[in-house]
């Protein structure tokens, strides 16, 4: 079992940059895929990039490959999203979210989730 607590979320104009962390406690999250997921209100929660943290294999969701880098510090047991060149489209909350199975994207394996935390990018 993890905890998994998000930070870093905010207001920015379109074109800034924010920094996303997820701190995991309960155990190492080496074991893990790690998702950044985003959900808009009245919209389906969305994949939006994933780390394999013992090979750091990333994917990316097409609408932000470019623009947002997935990270893992094992030190801090920390995941990072960073994204560049916000628009307004990527208003959402984002979640990190642990999944021990294998198939980076199916949410069905994601069994730890954070609680979010609010991006909001204005014109």
Request: net charge neutral; aromatic share 12%.
């Amino acid at each position: 079992q993890v905890q998994l607590v998000e930070s870093g979320g905010g207001l920015v104009q379109a074109g800034g940059s924010l920094r996303l962390s997820c701190v995991g406690s309960g155990r190492p999250l080496r074991s893990y895929i790690m998702g950044w997921f985003r959900q808009a209100p009245s919209k389906e929660r969305e994949l939006v990039a994933a780390i394999t943290w013992n090979s750091g294999t990333t994917q990316y969701a097409d609408s932000v490959k470019g623009r947002f880098t997935v990270s893992r510090d094992n030190t801090k047991n920390t995941v990072y999203l960073q994204m560049n060149s916000l628009k307004p489209e990527d208003t959402a909350v984002y979640y990190c979210a642990a999944n021990d199975y294998s198939n980076y994207q199916d949410i069905r394996e994601y069994e730890y989730w954070g609680q979010g935390t609010q991006v909001t990018v204005s014109s």
